[in-house]
């Protein structure tokens, strides 16, 4: 690359990252670099093509975003702006392509020292990343003594320490999505990937048969207990059940969850407070957004909804709402992978979005579908800043 002998500004660093601590290792140096030059992180994890789960959510891809949102937080809590993004496809060519994206003015890879130590990066991999990036790119080498077996089931001491102190906030019973549950307190590494033990005993596989019967006939059960961190849940009591719904298909499971929220992160605090609220005021529990000021906005739209339809009671409305134009625009943003364009968001953030490009047009135009505005966010070159919240502060302040 060609200079003018200056150094080049860099405003945002791209970390491509497996899920394993030997890749953690470039971490800080992208940390000094960050501070070095006020820039911000976007963390890529890529996920082969066939990890894909239609318009819905991958166990795989569930485990990437709860890993990337532990390391967010902690980056937070020191005052680094720093987004995670999951991508599918082949490395090279989704890191190249997210440099473009994402504007990336440097990237940090891990480069190994021996053949086999990170499934992501083998030497080759990052050889044409230096060949082909428009950028600069640092290379940070591994401390080998770092190098883990991974196992299928994430532990969740180890990634609360990942994302830095943490306080328990009771969220009580709600629904929550079987393909989100990823981690398990105590137990992950006496568990595989269908969450069954790995040294079967008698006696467990008794109850487990017992338990599966039970689920599949769809007799009650008592809720599991679950902790959540960032986008995943971790199974405190109910390994059997959860196994079992796991194998039968079962897309959701009645749990009592505890949220453990980042106590050094402002922006997660403020997010929590703000769904908590919308949470109160229109008892609907499945709608996740993670940038401050979106839960203001979508309680507005309910409460729009409710004037324009006659409907005196918030929560009556906000349930028609959910079905009637939430759910069905979230199916669309899913489904055309709207949220890999924008770092760290969720469908709801995009729905957002979505709605307030419907309400720019309508200044000046008639009032666009939600079928058009989506198609013109999938058309538009994303802008990957964090839209302003309500009280005129950036994201993270």
């Not at 990237?107 to 030497?123: P, Q, T």
């Amino acid at each position: 690359m060609e200079t003018d002998g200056r150094l080049p500004e860099i405003e945002r660093i791209l970390v491509p990252l497996d899920l394993t601590r030997l890749s953690e290792a470039k971490i800080p140096y992208a940390e000094n670099q960050a501070r070095a030059f006020g820039a911000e992180i976007v963390l890529l994890h890529v996920l082969p093509s066939d990890a894909m789960a239609g318009d819905g959510v991958s166990p795989a891809e569930a485990q990437a975003r709860t890993y990337l949102d532990a390391i967010t937080a902690r980056l937070h809590s020191e005052g680094i702006n720093a987004h995670p993004l999951v991508r599918y496809g082949h490395p090279v060519e989704v890191i190249l392509s997210e440099i473009d994206a994402q504007a990336a003015d440097l990237v940090v890879l891990g480069s190994n020292i021996r053949h086999g130590i990170s499934r992501l990066f083998l030497g080759s991999i990052a050889e044409e990343i230096i060949a082909k990036a428009p950028c600069p790119v640092m290379l940070v080498r591994p401390d080998v003594s770092q190098v883990e077996r991974p196992h299928p089931v994430r532990s969740f001491a180890e990634d609360a320490a990942r994302a830095g102190p943490v306080a328990p906030r009771s969220l009580g019973i709600r629904t929550v999505e079987v393909a989100r549950i990823i981690g398990s307190v105590g137990r992950a590494h006496e568990l595989d990937e269908a969450f069954r033990a790995v040294r079967k005993r008698r006696e467990d596989e008794a109850r487990y048969q017992r338990i599966l019967k039970l689920t599949e006939n769809g007799d009650a059960l008592p809720p599991v207990v679950l902790y959540k961190l960032g986008y995943g849940y971790y199974v405190l009591d109910g390994n059997h059940r959860v196994a079992a719904a796991k194998q039968l298909g079962q897309l959701e499971i009645d749990a009592l969850v505890t949220e453990f929220v980042p106590l050094g992160d402002p922006q997660a605090q403020r997010v929590f407070a703000e769904r908590r609220a919308f949470e109160q005021a229109t008892g609907l529990t499945r709608i996740g957004a993670v940038v401050p000021g979106q839960y203001p906005q979508l309680e507005g739209m309910i409460r729009e909804f409710a004037e324009e339809q006659g409907i005196p009671n918030i929560r009556d409305a906000a349930l028609r709402w959910e079905s009637e134009v939430y759910r069905p625009v979230a199916r669309q943003i899913r489904a055309l992978r709207l949220v890999q364009r924008y770092p760290g968001e969720r469908t709801a953030d995009v729905f957002a979005r979505v709605a307030r490009l419907r309400e720019e047009q309508a200044a000046n135009h008639p009032l666009m579908s939600w079928d058009e505005a989506i198609q013109r966010l999938a058309e538009a070159r994303p802008d990957t800043r964090h839209p302003a919240v309500e009280s005129g502060a950036e994201p993270g302040s």
